[in-house]
């Protein structure tokens, strides 16, 4: 499994691969909430790659696996009383990291999350930031069992009426 920084060639194939993982989930357990064909979009594959933050994970020419890192939280991160001080832009943040079906429990969202740890400890952030909805058990237990601190559900104000509050997750890149 090769992990790659999305180019803007890849935009359509990154978009059409969360187009088929959001509709396995509108048809089996929705854990992330995400919508088919709304999040994660073709326009957001788009803007996230031309800003630099869009991965993918390959496996014989497959694409398996996406993600986004950047220092962007996309939300009121404000809002939350972090154990790991940092200003704007000394953290890192994952987002959409989706696992085709086909390939779960084969260990690729850990390897991801331990390639964007990698990777914001080589570029000096102090943490890792990330955000799920409160009942994405998979996520939770990820995140939880690879170090990551709980923080708390907090409100981060994006405006969505079937998810209120998200769960907060840091990892202090320190220890």
Not at 104 to 118: E, H, M, R, S, T
Request: glycine share 6%; charged share 20%.
């Amino acid at each position: 499994m090769t992990i790659l920084p999305c180019t803007m060639e890849d935009v359509d194939v990154v978009a059409a691969f969360y187009d088929k993982v959001t509709a396995y989930l509108a048809e089996h357990v929705n854990y992330p909430h995400w919508r088919h064909k709304e999040y994660p979009s073709l326009a957001y594959v788009a803007a996230m790659t031309r800003s630099g933050g869009q991965y993918l994970l390959k496996e014989n020419d497959r694409v398996v696996g996406a993600f986004v890192l950047n220092d962007d939280p996309q939300g009121a991160y404000e809002v939350v009383p972090w154990h790991t001080r940092a200003n704007d832009n000394a953290f890192a943040v994952l987002h959409a990291l989706a696992i085709d079906p086909s390939a779960y429990g084969q260990g690729l969202a850990k390897q991801a999350v331990d390639f964007c740890i990698g990777y914001a400890r080589q570029k000096g952030y102090v943490a890792l930031r990330l955000d799920v909805v409160p009942t994405n058990t998979p996520a939770r237990c990820l995140y939880e069992g690879m170090g990551f601190d709980y923080i708390g559900d907090y409100d981060l104000m994006r405006g969505y009426d079937d998810i209120p509050l998200f769960s907060m997750y840091e990892l202090d890149l320190s220890r």
